[in-house]
């Protein structure tokens, strides 16, 4: 991808490094492998704020609160530990163990956890607003999407959806085959929908 500096680049393209690049493709992919827990870091502490119900975590017990401390003898406190290097630590081949450390209720607990593969939906909110409407809330364009939206359709055309409201506020992007195929199914005949250049 070109970088931004380059002046025939597009307004939307951006150069990412090769770990950036990675992660990006991950998250686009529609799943990673890794231990299914999301996190934020709380005075310079890896705090898990959401275990992924059926997930490697949840099979091994860790709980929202948890704090990870370490990740196969890695230190993960301090203030040089960042995003790219926990994710770099708790992710890895489905089937490889995680040997972690976690800090429950002031008491330092090990727990191993075996790495799977971890479905990222890129939609969050599918459900009937009223008998006539529907709601689909689509986060990201990954591998899935086109499938992930007809499926929420048709489980809503089921339900009695005649009206639809869909809701792309925040939405990051993503592949732009995904959104086509999507844009596809609201406008009639051939319209042209999207054209690139150069």
Known sequence: MRSGNDERAGPHSVYLPPAELKEANEDLSGNFEGIGVEFSQIRDTVNITYVIEGGPSDKAGLLIG????????????????????????????????????????????PVTVIRGNIPTPSISAAYMMDKNTAFIKLDKFTNNTYREFMEAAESMKK???????????GNGGGYMDQAIQIADEFLSGDKLIVYTQG
């Open 66 to 109: 948890d704090q990870i401390i370490k990740v196969d003898s890695n230190n993960l406190t301090g203030k040089s530990i960042n995003t790219l290097k926990i994710r770099g630590l708790i992710r890895g081949e489905r089937g490889s163990p995680a040997r972690l450390e976690i800090m429950r209720n002031g008491n330092i607990l």
């Open 159 to 169: 339900q009695g959806m005649s009206q639809l409201i869909f809701d792309l506020r």
